[in-house]
């Protein structure tokens, strides 16, 4: 399995915001509507991936999640020579 790596292209940071799709067990009313939680998360059903919007928790930079890989060894990053 590969280890990818990621950080942001302009300030260098290492932690993001990014979106999940987490489901919970709510309590309901008798019309069905929403009450509270009651929990967190019961599962993830969509992890954030690099076609999602990342954005930098250090200076607010966003893009698409691909844009704040790192290039590993034998890789080009953008603006690289070929």
Not at 27 to 37: A, F, L, P, R
Not at 39 to 53: A, G, L, N, R
Not at 62 to 72: E, Q
Request: hydrophobic share 30%; net charge negative.
């Amino acid at each position: 399995m590969e280890n990818i790596k990621y950080r942001c292209p302009v300030c260098g940071a290492e932690c993001f915001e990014v979106t999940a799709h987490v489901t919970q067990d709510w309590k309901i009313d008798c019309n069905g509507s929403y009450m509270e939680s009651m929990d967190e998360c019961v599962e993830v059903t969509h992890y954030p991936d690099e076609d999602d919007i990342w954005s930098c928790a250090n200076c607010e930079f966003y893009a698409a999640g691909s844009m704040f890989r790192v290039p590993t060894d034998g890789q080009k990053g953008e603006g690289d020579a070929t």
